[in-house]
């Protein structure tokens, strides 16, 4: 079955960073667009990083444009999200999401919190 399962998060002061990782597996990993996304408490979950298949092409909300590198290890079946300069409205659950056979995975979530 497909599984998706993320860590790395934390605590963080503003201007920090965080390297997330997403551990897959149940799937052709190596024919699949990952992607990223966050959701803060009362807010709806939004994407916030996109890369293709074969790691060539990427695409991030405009808010971690120049903070955040998503990338990705085809041998590993992993998906990363490097994340710099952090501010606290980065605070959200991280999930890494794929599409596969009609319908989309998710992984259960890593928590970010960026505070002082």
């Known amino acids: 079955q497909v599984q998706l399962v993320e860590s790395g998060g934390g605590l963080v002061q503003p201007g920090g960073s965080l390297r997330l990782s997403c551990a897959t597996s149940?799937?052709?990993?190596?024919?699949?667009?990952m992607r990223w996304y966050r959701q803060a408490p009362g807010k709806e979950r939004e994407m916030v990083a996109d890369?293709?298949?074969?790691?060539?092409?990427?695409r991030y909300a405009d808010s971690v444009k120049g903070r955040f590198t998503i990338s990705r290890d085809n041998a590993k079946n992993m998906v990363y999200l490097q994340m710099n300069s952090l501010k606290p409205e980065d605070t959200a659950v991280y999930y890494c999401?794929?599409?596969?056979?009609?319908?989309?995975?998710w992984g259960q979530g890593t928590q970010v919190t960026v505070s002082s």
């Open positions: 149940g799937f052709t990993f190596s024919g699949c667009r």
């Open positions: 999401k794929v599409f596969w056979i009609s319908r989309d995975y």
């Open positions: 890369i293709s298949s074969s790691g060539d092409t990427t």
